[in-house]
């Protein structure tokens, strides 16, 4: 396994407070249907002065609207006219008087919010402009993990916002001043994308600090490689990566899955770890993957259905289990199709005393993955097509698949093409199913399809 897919910026790994899943989702129901609770927290967050508390009742609007919404207008700073028309919220009461803050870029003054009921069917808009209010108010009084999230909006054009990087990089900036660790972290990656790699190091330490995880990653990389400018020290890089894995959340569930690659030596040549600074141990790299694989990582929940289909790192041959977590995989995000492809092949031959085989599903998985430009899983597609697997026997479009499997580096298929004269029998198709069974009882597989 290669580490440089892990070895650059985690930066999309750092997500904004307002950029998840709500976590309250029974709560937004209740709430939602409830005006007079809505009402009573709105009223606490207008009367009181402790801003923690506005600010959760501004996320908790958010997350009850729709952060993707795209209704006009759209929010834009405007230095010269502080009652530009084109500030979304508007349209609820008139302005207050402008906030402001030395520390915080410039912004368009915020309306009061709503108090009035909102109507569970048309009210999401008013929400969301009601919790735009609240953020652009408290990150101009200075609220560090406000003005975070203005900068992640103009990051990504969430909430009305248009994308403006350089707009993003000074409200980060301001959050910075502030000591808000997610913040070092994003004004550290926009310093490395400058090559500004001093600057950078110094800022991810400081979001390290604060147990920043996509922080820890990066500093993990660098040290292990010894990439921005930094010696190579894979003892710091070790420990690092340890703070990532251990602090790994939903948002940033990668750390624990290279920590696992490395305690199982599972990882590429160009980085080689000596056994007194980090030891093998494949029980403790099973720990990390299915950390990793808990906060929903599809990569690590690949390894671990791979680990059970195989008996790999000490676990036992489980066929739902490895089943179980290949589906896992490609609901987490299986962007080769490994996963699609393992399980075409566990419906293809079946598991006795588990399961019979399912050629539509096998087909079905077979052709995800070749979507995905799996060369092996376009082989699959033209054996399937080829024999007359789920689908009536097409050999023209078998050898089309053939092909792209060949042009992508599938060696099989290229000796496939080679032989066009010799086709597939019955027989041989249940040798090749009978061969798929005894290799999953022998250990792991090699990088080519199984089928044949």
Known sequence: MNLDHYRGSTASSSRGSLNSKPSSAAMSVSLLTDAAILAKYRDTAIKTNDASIQLSFAKYLLEIGDPLSTYEPVVEENNNNNNSSTDPAAALSPRPSSVGSNNSPPSSAPSSPATGPQDPKTGKKQLILEGVYWIDRLAKEGHPEAQFIRGTWYEEGMYLTKKNADKALRWY????????????????????????????????????????????????????????????????????????????????????????????????????????????????????????????????????????????LGCPIDPFLSIQHYERATMGGDGNGEAEMALSGWYLSGADNCFAADDRLAFHYASKAAEKNLPKAQYAMGYYHEVGISVPIDLEKAMEFYKRAAENGNMDAKKRLEEQSAKFTPLGHKNSIKRMKNGRNRGPKDGSCAIM
Request: some cysteine; hydrophobic content about 35%.
């Open 173 to 312: 900036q301001s959050s910075s001043k502030g000591d808000y660790g997610p913040a070092h972290y994003k004004v550290a990656y926009f310093c490395e994308k400058k090559k500004d790699n001093n600057k950078a190091v110094m800022l991810y330490k400081k979001a390290a600090i604060h147990n920043d995880v996509p922080a820890n990653h990066r500093l993990a990389m660098v040290y292990l490689y010894g990439d921005l400018g930094q010696s190579q020290n894979m003892k710091a890089g070790l420990q690092y990566l340890k703070r990532a894995a251990s602090f790994a959340t939903e948002a940033a569930p990668m750390a624990p899955y290279v920590l696992g690659l490395i305690l199982s030596r599972d990882y590429s040549n160009q980085l080689k770890i000596p056994d007194d600074i980090s030891f093998p141990d494949d029980g403790e790299a099973l720990e990390w993957f299915r950390k990793s694989a808990q906060l929903g990582y599809g990569p690590a929940n690949y390894k671990l259905g791979y680990c059970y289909e195989y008996g790999s």
